[in-house]
C-alpha cells in the first residue's frame, strides 16, 4: 500500500542549515505537503510542491523534489530556535486522501 | 480570529464515560476531518466528512461517532472510553477533499 517514510529525529546547530528527507511510495502523488507542529499545537502547513516541480523556494525554506526516487526534502537556511518542531511529510495519493510520514523532530542545539 | 476551534483543550476523564469533542471552523470549507495522534505523534485520521457527509470512515470502532449538524461544525462523540483512547484529537478543515488543511490546536483526551 501506499507508504511514507522519515527518520524520527534530526539535530543541528543553531546558523546551521537543516535536511528533514521523506520518501514516498505513491507515484501518482499531486501534491506533496510538509506541515510543522510545535509543542502543544496543531499542525500548520508549511510548504508545498505540485508533482510536476523539482524545487520550490520560499524564504529559509526550500523544497526539493525527485521524483524518480520519490524523495522529498525540505531544507531550512540559518535554522532558530523558532524552528524546534515535529516536522510531517504528507502525500496527497491517487485517491486524493493524505498519506502522512511519521515526522521528523527538529532539535536544535546552541 | 481562530480558523479552526475545537473544545475542550483537555480531556481528563474515567473508563466506561462517554464524552464529546466540538469543532468549528470559519473558513468556509467543505470539507472537515477528526485526526487522532498517539504519543509517538503518529498522525491518523478517523473521519472525513464533506458537505456534513461521511467520505471517510477509517477503522475506527463504533464507540466513535462523528456528527456534522451543518458545513462548520464536526463534532466527535466517543462511548464507554478505553484507556487506549487516550490520544491527541485534532479537528481539521480544507476547501475540498485535495486542498491543504488547516488544523486545530487538539484535543488531549486522558482516560483514567
Known amino acids: 500500500g501506499e507508504d511514507v517514510e522519515q527518520s524520527l529525529f534530526l539535530s543541528v546547530r543553531e546558523g546551521d542549515s537543516s535536511v528533514i528527507n521523506c520518501t514516498y511510495t505513491d507515484s501518482s502523488s499531486t501534491y506533496l505537503y510538509w506541515y510543522k507542529q510545535e509543542p502543544g499545537a496543531g499542525l500548520q502547513l508549511l510548504t508545498y510542491?505540485?508533482?510536476n516541480m523539482d524545487m520550490k523556494q520560499d524564504q529559509r525554506l526550500t523544497v526539493l523534489l525527485n521524483k524518480k526516487d520519490k524523495h522529498l526534502s525540505l531544507r531550512i537556511a540559518d535554522t532558530q530556535t523558532g524552528d524546534s518542531a515535529i516536522y510531517f511529510c504528507a502525500e496527497r495519493g491517487s485517491n486524493y486522501q493524505l498519506i502522512w510520514g511519521a515526522g521528523t523532530k527538529l532539535i536544535i542545539k546552541p | 480570529d481562530t480558523a479552526v476551534s475545537q473544545t475542550p483543550k483537555y480531556l481528563v476523564t474515567q473508563m466506561g464515560n462517554d464524552k464529546s469533542i466540538k469543532c468549528e471552523q470559519n473558513?468556509?470549507?467543505?470539507?472537515m476531518y477528526w485526526y487522532k495522534q498517539d504519543s509517538k505523534k503518529f498522525l491518523k485520521i478517523m473521519f472525513s466528512y464533506n458537505n456534513k457527509e461521511l467520505i471517510i470512515n477509517e477503522t475506527v470502532p463504533n464507540r466513535f461517532s462523528p456528527k456534522s449538524p451543518d458545513k462548520a461544525h464536526l463534532n466527535l462523540h466517543i462511548n464507554s472510553l478505553e484507556l487506549g483512547d487516550s490520544a491527541v484529537y485534532f479537528c481539521a478543515s480544507s476547501q475540498g477533499e485535495s486542498e491543504k488543511l488547516f488544523f486545530g490546536s487538539g484535543t488531549q483526551l486522558s482516560v483514567l
Open positions: 473558513l468556509g470549507h467543505d470539507t
Open positions: 510542491i505540485f508533482s
